[in-house]
């Protein structure tokens, strides 16, 4: 259970309902009042090597943009939510690239004002949309502090149209099992073989937990989805790979394996990620590889065409081998 050591929040967030339920949970933690939750100037001075302290506060506001991103591989629009930001530290967060060291959890407690968009364009549509409503967090570990999953879901559930998208590295799916969801929520769980996530994956739950978690979740009625992702190419990501993929066939029941699809992501990384990790985290593993690597705009890089296309031809190999009625919705 996170518990920050200290509270940032615009004064604006007592006007909602959220928003004195979290000032009342936090009675007991420090807090700053800010004026803007995307420009915390004390925050913006610290150094990288302060990045996992940083990690430890809670900011609080108003979210304040609200457009949507069309977007065509599970969902239909990217929507901006109800955090942005994780408690964990994984060495390649792509949220490092936008908001650098300050890729720590803010909440945005005008939830209905949120939901309330998403319900009337897609009652609006002629046709079926899906919203991906976790692109900037993970809502498993969010629902931990606000509850605002299983908020969402109930609130969500009797729409007339559309589906509910998020991933997860996270395990903690238990309040969200109980609910009626209607099938109207797709759960994507991220997973990466065991080594790669404890070196890498800080602060996220365990792959036994994340299997046991597609299991609860399917058993519980809901589309699930794995992403094998990002695929970090290490020097030994082919024994690393194919042991996961066995594990996954090996301990998914039944039932699930009948019913995932799978999403295939190669890792990106950037500068950015370098100068923080080398001074935040000075003992973890580097993710960059000169040899593997290339540009792809200004500070970022990411895999090299021929070790790109020798992933996607081992992938598609061995899922075809273990899961040959499952579908690979993509390979990036």
């Not at 925050?43 to 979210?63: C, H, Q, T, W």
């Not at 559309?162 to 929520?185: Q, S």
Request: with cysteine; hydrophobic share 35%; aromatic share 12%.
């Amino acid at each position: 259970m996170f518990i920050p050591q200290a509270i940032y929040y615009e004064k604006d967030i007592e006007n909602y309902e959220l928003g004195k339920e979290l000032m009342q949970k936090y009675a007991n933690i420090p807090k700053v009042v800010i004026e803007n939750h995307n420009n915390i100037e004390e925050m913006r001075n610290k150094s990288n090597k302060d990045f996992p302290y940083m990690k430890r506060n809670l900011i609080i506001g108003v979210r304040k943009t609200h457009k949507f991103v069309e977007n065509h591989k599970v969902s239909d629009f990217l929507v901006p939510y109800t955090s942005s930001g994780c408690t964990a530290s994984c060495l390649y967060c792509y949220l490092v690239c936008n908001y650098n060291k300050c890729a720590y959890l803010r909440l945005f407690v005008n939830r209905e004002q949120m939901l309330g968009k998403i319900i009337k364009t897609a009652e609006n549509s002629e046709k079926e949309l899906t919203f991906e409503i976790g692109s900037n967090s993970d809502l498993i570990l969010e629902n931990t502090i606000t509850n605002n999953l299983v908020w969402t879901i109930e609130n969500f559930k009797n729409t007339s149209k559309g589906f509910l998208t998020f991933p997860t590295k996270f395990d903690m799916v238990d309040p969200i099992l109980p609910l009626e969801h209607n099938g109207k929520v797709i759960v994507r769980v991220s997973v990466n073989p065991e080594d790669i996530i404890n070196k890498v994956e800080f602060g996220t739950s365990r792959l036994s937990g994340r299997i046991e978690a597609i299991n609860k979740l399917n058993q519980a009625g809901y589309k699930i989805g794995i992403l094998i992702a990002p695929v970090i190419f290490l020097d030994n990501w082919k024994e690393l790979y194919l042991e996961l993929i066995k594990r996954l066939n090996r301990e998914l029941t039944e039932d699930a394996k009948k019913n995932v699809f799978f999403e295939i992501i190669f890792m990106t990384y950037s500068y950015v990620h370098t100068k923080i990790n080398e001074e935040a985290f000075p003992n973890a593993i580097n993710l960059y590889n000169k040899d593997l690597m290339t540009g792809r705009g200004k500070g970022k890089y990411w895999y090299k065409s021929f070790i790109r296309e020798e992933g996607e031809s081992f992938f598609r190999d061995n899922m075809h081998k273990y899961f040959p009625n499952n579908k690979i919705l993509y390979i990036v």
